[in-house]
């Protein structure tokens, strides 16, 4: 099923102002949700939507809450959060990013408790629609057993990395985890296996089968001690740059909130190559479509092509949907 | 065998000044060289020293040129490496990273034409050792296909992250490629298989086979299509903002030089609740080594806790050498 872009946003808009969210602010969240599955990322948008609107009606996001800032030093700047709602106060993060970077080249917002971010690749986009790289991180609640371990002690702190490209921006978006749960449940519905591993199973063998994995709850990091030792790294930038909380403390409250995020901003329009570092990307991403496919019929594509495809395919034909989970909307 | 640190310092002080290397520049070239191997990475210490020896000797590196700075943009400068010895240009670039962060909180010096850089930690050590946070990588020659794709298109792009910690600093140092060809070739000569899927062999199926992965020279990103986006934004950042080589470019010389790094540095000292970012570090670091351990009597570590114990012992016993290629060294 089908819905179009405006209604969604409509809609959304219609139910975020029942509670309590103001015109303007609605109107900014209401975006970034149908954004996300406007762009495919379905799981971030509509169908985080009801959830977002449960971590209001609990208390976890504070409707009535901005971040603001909290420490200035230079390029980098403090945020607090203050528990409201996570994506505008990334929203809001990436754009003051922005505008330091538009003055010192460089610039960093370190945001703390700030409560989940939805979809981070809107603010990768801004930052490329303000011709900035733009290099973003979150941490987590614990979810994830370091290397070598079988508790979960590192969160998988999704990064962010854009970069604006005139074919259409690049952009990827990977936590450190090799499958987020989301998407073990997913696989395990469908009854289908993991691609690659994913986790261990109750033996304590690396396995694709997602419901071993959701029995021990030993997902595997990306790159194995790799990725367990990224994950670490950015918890631990975000909280020290924030000053806020690291994924450990993150674990103490009773539900995932009171998050640190990075993110950075990389001002490209003051070098006066610009038109040469476009042909730079260019060139690099054309190559890497040439490349030959492992899988007859299955070019290669670098990170945020496919978006753009499902972009306007949603804008022409509407925007998919879970038909239950548009329903719900409709009625809330 | 093992060789005391200062004797391997001297000697390879004597064998840089005799190739035309200054005193001062030798003293700190041989010390690099030599923090590798007593640290253990001695892949990039003394048994990469006569491979830098013989690039010196076919001019791919040039010992009377240095890293200049050739243009400024307040919190970011980009430097020509002028492809002079890429451990001097790494040291000198990390080293301005760190004045810049001291005058903005965050600088980055981006560095085009430069050639290896040998051991990274050694920058990433830097950083720590002025209270900064580090975060530096190079691209390389195309050493790795993209995801779907069989030619080598992307380069593994090394990166460090680097975390002052009083405990020992935190040092991930981690290339985009499961295994370098070093490590394949390791394991190919000791007979041993890779210790999780490396590559693929030559029916298109995954292995751990070193043998079969040489053969195709299809090395696996870490997380399978999520390293190989991180190598292609890695490659793109670095040669954008320093307006140098990507690793498209790189691989049209006959060998691998004129390569773009990207060191960026954060002050930590200015930070009001500096004792307290300790703190957090601290908590985490244990609460780490606190997990149960998947293989019993192996604890789970932190990476870079295990360079200090093998840095403890070389400084105590004498650094690990091969014996053929410190006969070399002596002889040469």
Redesign the interface.
Known sequence: MRVPYDEMVREFVRVLTKHGITDEDAALSAKLFADASLEGVYTHGLNRFPKFIDSIKNGSVDVTKRAVLS?S????ERWDGQQGPGNLNAYRAMERAIELAK????G?VALKNTNHWMRPGNYGHLACDNDC?GILWTNTIPNM???????A??GNNPLV?S?PYEGGT?L?D?AMS?FSYGKLEKYKREGTMCP?DGG?DTK?N?TRDPAEILKTHQVLP?????????S??L???A???S?GN????VGSYPYETMLSQTFIA?D?S????RE??EA??D??LK??QS?????EG??????GQGMQRTRAESLEKGVLVDPGIWAGVLEA
């Not at 003051?270 to 190559?273: G, K, M, Q, S």
Request: glycine letters at 10%; aromatic letters at 10%.
């Open positions: 420490a030093f230079g390029s980098l003055e010192h080249t460089v960093v790289i057993p370091a290397w070598g371990g079988t508790e002690k590192l990395v970069i690049v990827v990977v090799m690659v261990f304590g690396m990306i790159g194995y001690w790799k990725g367990s030792g990224l670490l790294v918890d631990l930038i909280a020290m740059l000053g690291t994924t450990h403390e990389i490209l003051r070098f006066p190559d040469a570092l730079k990307v060139a690099t190559d890497l490349s030959t496919s492992i899988q299955v070019a290669v594509h670098y990170p």
